[in-house]
């Protein structure tokens, strides 16, 4: 509801625009991790603590992504940990809330290009599929054994270096 209008308005946008607002992100995920340094870890809330508000600031937040450079997970993740969600389950929920918008997406480009399918195309999104997959297992694991706080600035860093290569490039 929020992101396919903004994908449609926003389908102009420059790349440098893009690797800008990548930098923007990757210092708000630093400073949302700063913020867990200091979140109350007695008040933590799991996903049958979720709330309607919950849900639709998620929602925004994943609907908000479709801008060039903003992180979908990120941005996910972030609105519930602010919420005070517990960071596995907010990485849980954000990697489900993936599969609808990755639909939609799918759906949108299928409409622009009259669902042409081909064989390579089924093999790369059954690749794709596959290494989304481990990915989430790998991200999942390395969340549950460091520090959450330096895991999201890590992240953070990391972003933010890859939209300094963006714009300088």
């Known amino acids: ?29 630093i400073v949302t991790g700063g913020l867990q340094f200091f ?12 709330t309607k508000i919950d849900g ?9 992504a479709v801008i060039p450079g903003l992180s979908r997970s990120g941005l996910t993740v972030a609105a ?16 489900l809330m993936s599969i609808p918008a990755s639909l939609g997406v799918s759906f949108i480009i299928g409409l622009d290009s009259d669902f042409y399918v081909t064989k390579e195309m089924l093999i790369g999104a059954s690749l794709a599929f596959i290494t989304g997959l481990a990915s989430i297992r790998v991200l999942m694991a390395i969340a549950a054994r460091i520090n959450f706080s330096v895991f999201v600035i890590i992240v ?10 963006d714009v300088l490039m």
């Open 39 to 50: 979140r109350d870890k007695t008040n933590v809330r799991g996903r049958d603590d979720l």
């Open 156 to 165: 953070g860093i990391v972003i933010i270096s890859g939209a300094v290569w």
């Open 56 to 64: 639709v600031l998620a929602g925004l937040a994943q609907g908000i």
């Open 1 to 29: 509801v929020v992101g396919a209008p903004l994908l449609i308005a926003l389908e102009e946008i420059s790349v440098r625009l893009g690797g800008v607002t990548m930098g923007f992100v990757g210092s708000m995920m």
């Open 80 to 95: 519930l940990l602010l919420r005070g969600l517990d960071r596995r389950e907010a990485l849980f929920l954000s990697f």
